[in-house]
């Protein structure tokens, strides 16, 4: 697991000096073991909004955005250690920074990624880019406060979950060539549901469940994870029981792709 952690004592806007760090676990749901920073002796280890992936050429690839420009390490093993590559550059915009960056592989082998105000950014020159707008923001219109996208790529669809956080409701979007004609396929999930339900009935409620990612094998997705607290962000002061969390939760991502083929005629394969 790469996340992001910071000093508990700060409260939930201690994140704004964040850390990268991995754990690691023999089960995917954990408990997860910490392993410490990822990039120790790189500004102290800052970074946040951390996103991994396996690049084409068998490495591994870690990406950050929001408190530094987005930067992009790589490893040949996830016990690092991690080298940076470079910073991701947007063509035509010189001083982009990058917020909510998550990013991906699509299945030609070019990187694809969006990020909190939700354009496509499209590179066939490597993953630090240059990389190319491909059009305004593919987010449905009248949902306000939309951030913290996923984007990945199952069941002959593209797939975007991303966040309302005043709504405390995300959405899920497809595409069946990962830039044109998004569809909104409703919420995704709801905190004020049942969603976090165990096998003995037991039901986790909680406040918010934002930053949603997903993990993959075999070409679906098997679990999501979700960044979960019980109280409002600014209610949380540190020294108090409160801070962050991350949940594993399996996830039929199989049942998912078979059930959306259904309601998706004729989509083209990649």
Known sequence: ?????????????????????????????????DKGLCWPNDQGGKGHNVTALTMPDGRYAIIISETR???????????????TLGKITVEGE??????????????????EFTQREGRIYFSDKGI???????????????????????????????????NSWSTRKAYHLTSTDGIHDWVNRGVAYDPREAVIRYPDGTVNRWNKLERPS???????????????IDVEKDQEKGH???????????????????????TTADAPEQ
């Open 69 to 83: 420009d987005c930067t992009v390490y790589v490893s040949k093993s996830l016990d690092g250690p991690w080298e």
């Open 94 to 111: 010189p001083k982009w920074h990058g917020s909510n960056v998550s990013i991906m592989v699509r299945p030609d082998g070019n990187f």
């Open 128 to 162: 630090l880019g240059p990389y190319k707008v491909q059009g305004q923001s593919v987010y449905p219109r009248g949902i306000p406060n939309l951030e913290d996208p996923c984007i990945w790529y199952s069941g002959r669809l593209y797939h975007i979950t991303v």
């Open 240 to 262: 108090d029981g409160h801070g962050s969390k991350v949940l594993v939760i399996p996830f039929d991502g199989a049942a998912l792709d078979r059930d959306l083929k259904k």
């Open 1 to 33: 697991m790469f996340a992001s952690r910071w000093d508990e004592a700060a409260g939930h806007n201690g994140w704004f000096g964040s850390v990268a760090v991995h754990a690691v676990s023999d089960k995917l749901t954990g408990p997860y073991e």
């Open 214 to 228: 997903v993990y993959m094998e075999k070409g679906h997705v098997v679990a999501i994870t979700l960044a979960a």
